[in-house]
């Protein structure tokens, strides 16, 4: 549950760290409040927004189970082995 969890902070930040790459690059003022008015800050949180929302929907769309499997839950079977649990 982690690894889905680190990867929208990661794309969330993204614009933002993207952003203080190009300011380092270009000989900006990383640290310096000006190269960060409002504008700019508005701009990168509604693309970290938007990254977010695609993920989700990518998430949501391509991953789980084919559409009509059966999930068949972890048991142990005859000789005492445990099955872990999986979809048909």
């Known amino acids: 549950m ?3 969890v680190a ?7 993204a614009p933002f760290a993207a952003y203080a790459v190009f300011l380092w690059l ?5 640290l310096d409040r000006a190269s ?4 700019v800050l508005m701009s990168l949180g509604i693309v970290a927004m938007l990254l977010m929302i695609g993920s989700f929907l990518v998430l949501a769309e391509f991953s789980g189970a ?3 499997s059966t999930y ?9 082995n445990f099955v872990p649990g999986q979809t048909r």
């Open 36 to 39: 960060w008015p409002p504008k």
């Open 66 to 68: 084919r559409p009509g």
């Open 26 to 30: 270009t000989k900006g003022g990383v």
């Open 2 to 4: 982690i690894r889905p």
């Open 72 to 80: 068949v839950p972890a048991h142990v079977d005859e000789r005492g």
């Open 7 to 13: 990867i929208e902070v990661a794309l969330f930040f």
